[in-house]
T-cell receptor, first 117, second 112 residues
Framework: GAVVSQHPSRVICKSGTSVKIECRSL??????MFWYRQFPKQSLMLMAT?????????EQGVEKDKFLINHASLTLSTLTVTSAHPEDSSFYIC?????????????FGPGTRLLVL | TQLLEQSPQFLSIQEGENLTVYCNSS?????LQWYRQEPGEGPVLLVT?????EVKKLKRLTFQFGDARKDSSLHITAAQPGDTGLYLC????????????FGTGTRLQVTL
């Protein structure tokens, strides 16, 4: 099956710093990528949807200036958490889909655990 | 906003027992998926159901999509410790610009 990777797998940073998380589709071109956040013992919450070459669409309540998403190529999307604070500590998961059609399969990455001190 | 409520939230059973997890919503979904997620990892797709009333089997796992496409169930027969994990349903509703909505999750623990 298709593979999606994330880097780093874990990151610890000081409050106020910015952290960049990469999401790569390794064996297919991802027209659409999704970023999710998962707090402990909770489900996945969609943060934003990005299509290659266009601006990301953010879900209600997600600050676009705090969570910068760049989808500059068909195999790479990045999520930058700017001026991170302890409440941003979470498990961030990306997924990638080859096309724009709803029913095409989304492939999920292994997640990145962010801890902000 | 489409909400998917899963029940139970947590289930602890012994090896060999059967169990059923439910995923309910008031919204209609064009398709519904079930995932299993282990700690510190991303969710892994188990199955996709698209037709109302559809039943799919994956070894000891049986998935059913409700006739009205508003609910689904996952039944595990003779559970094994390897079945331990977080089970998530996720629905794709019509008119939502291709976004998956995840359920609240069911954490399953199977002990020897």
């Amino acid at each position: 099956g298709a593979v999606v990777s994330q880097h780093p797998s874990r990151v610890i940073c000081k409050s106020g710093t910015s952290v960049k998380i990469e999401c790569r589709s390794l064996d297919f071109q991802a027209t659409t990528m999704f970023w999710y956040r998962q707090f402990p013992k909770q489900s996945l919450m969609l943060m934003a949807t990005s299509n290659e070459g266009s601006k990301a669409t953010y879900e209600q309540g997600v600050e676009k200036d705090k969570f910068l998403i760049n989808h500059a190529s068909l195999t790479l999307s990045t999520l930058t958490v700017t001026s991170a604070h302890p409440e941003d500590s979470s498990f961030y998961i990306c997924s990638a889909r080859a096309g724009r059609r709803e029913r095409e399969t989304q492939y999920f990455g292994p997640g990145t655990r962010l801890l902000v001190l | 906003t489409q909400l998917l409520e899963q029940s139970p939230q947590f289930l602890s059973i012994q090896e060999g027992e059967n169990l059923t997890v439910y995923c309910n919503s008031s919204s209609v979904f064009s398709s519904l998926q079930w995932y299993r997620q282990e700690p510190g990892e991303g969710p892994v797709l188990l199955v996709t159901v698209v037709t109302g009333g559809e039943v799919k089997k994956l070894k000891r796992l049986t998935f059913q999509f409700g006739d009205a496409r508003k609910d689904s169930s996952l039944h595990i027969t003779a559970a094994q410790p390897g079945d331990t994990g977080l089970y998530l349903c996720a629905g794709l509703a019509t008119g939502t610009a291709s976004k998956l909505t995840f359920g609240t999750g069911t954490r399953l623990q199977v002990t020897l």
